[in-house]
C-alpha cells in the first residue's frame, strides 16, 4: 500500500535529522506533533542535497546533484518519487504550499558548493546565505503558520533574519573544517591567517544583530512552533557566546562546541520560560 511507503518516507527523514543533527532534532522534537514531521521532510531534503555537495569526494558530485535535482523536479510535478526522502519532501510542500522560488534558491546555493570557493564581496555572501539558510527558514514558516498569509508575511523578515543568524554561526564554528577540508571560505575577503579579534568582533556584531531581530519573529509564532524555535535560539545563541569568549587562533584550528550536559540545562531553561509565558 502506498500508505506504506510514505510512513517510510516520513521515517527516513526522521532518522536523518536524528543522524545528522542531535541539537536540530531535540528541537524539532519540542514542536507540535501535528508539524513535526513537515520540518523533519524539510530538514532531510536540505541535508541530502547539502551532503552531496560536502561530503561525497570520492564520487561525481555534480553529476548525482544533477540526478538529485532531477528527481526533485519530477517529485514535485508528480507528487510522488521513489526516492523516500523527496517523496516525503514534496508531501510537505504540496500540503503547505511552498513556494517554488524558495526551492530554487536553495539548490542555487548548494549548487554553487560545487565549484565556488570564495566569496569576494558582501552581495555574493548575502546571497548564498539566502539562498542556503533565509529560504530553509521560510519553507518552515510556512509550516509554522499553515494557511494563514497574512501571518506569514508578518513574520517573513525575523524568520529570515533568524536563518541568516544560524548559518553565520555555523560559518564562524565550521572555520577551519570549511576552509581546509572544502578550501572554501564564505566570509567575504576574509583570509583565515588574518582573523584576528577587531575581524572577529565585527562579524559576532553582525551576527547578533540578526539574532535580535529573529527574536522578535519567534515571541509571534503560534504556541505549537514557539517552543521548538525557541530552543533552537536558545542553542545558538549559547554556541555564539562560547565562540565570542574563543580567542581567533582557536577558532581557526577547532571546532566548538556546546557539551551535551548543557544542551540538557537548556532545554529545561526553554521549557520554563516558555510554560511560564517568559518569551
Not at 526522521?14 to 501535528?34: G, W
Not at 565570542?244 to 520554563?272: E, M
Amino acid at each position: 500500500m502506498k500508505s506504506i511507503f510514505d510512513h517510510i518516507s516520513n521515517e527516513s527523514c526522521r532518522s536523518i535529522t536524528r543522524a545528522y543533527s542531535t541539537s536540530f532534532s531535540a528541537a524539532v522534537r519540542m514542536l507540535s506533533p501535528r508539524i513535526r514531521q513537515d520540518i523533519y521532510n524539510i530538514y532531510g531534503f536540505v541535508r541530502l542535497a547539502d551532503e552531496i555537495v560536502d561530503t561525497f569526494h570520492d564520487y561525481d558530485k555534480e553529476q548525482l546533484f544533477a540526478l538529485f535535482e532531477n528527481d526533485m523536479d519530477n517529485a514535485l510535478r508528480d507528487g510522488i518519487s521513489l526516492n523516500p526522502v523527496l517523496n516525503a519532501f514534496q508531501h510537505t510542500v504540496a500540503k503547505y504550499q511552498i513556494p517554488r522560488h524558495l526551492i530554487d534558491s536553495f539548490m542555487k546555493s548548494m549548487r554553487a558548493d560545487l565549484y565556488k570557493k570564495e566569496y569576494k564581496n558582501v552581495a555574493e555572501y548575502n546571497e548564498y546565505i539566502y539562498g542556503s539558510a533565509d529560504v530553509v527558514g521560510l519553507m518552515c514558516l510556512k509550516v509554522f503558520t499553515g494557511n494563514d498569509e497574512a501571518k506569514y508575511e508578518q513574520l517573513k523578515e525575523p524568520a529570515m533574519r533568524l536563518g541568516s543568524a544560524f548559518q553565520k554561526i555555523n560559518f564562524l564554528r565550521d572555520l577551519k573544517d570549511d576552509t581546509e577540508g572544502l578550501d572554501r571560505n564564505y566570509f567575504p575577503a576574509l583570509n583565515l591567517q588574518e582573523m584576528d579579534d577587531n575581524i572577529k568582533r565585527q562579524i559576532i556584531e553582525e551576527i547578533e544583530a540578526d539574532l535580535n531581530e529573529g527574536f522578535k519573529g519567534i515571541i509571534m509564532l503560534p504556541a505549537e512552533a514557539k517552543f521548538g524555535v525557541y530552543t533552537a535560539y536558545v542553542y545558538y545563541k549559547k554556541l555564539l557566546k562560547k565562540l565570542k569568549n574563543t580567542p581567533p587562533l582557536k577558532i581557526r584550528s577547532t571546532r566548538i562546541r556546546v557539551p551535551d550536559y548543557q544542551k540538557l540545562g537548556l532545554l529545561a531553561k526553554c521549557y520554563l520560560d516558555c510554560r511560564f509565558n517568559f518569551v
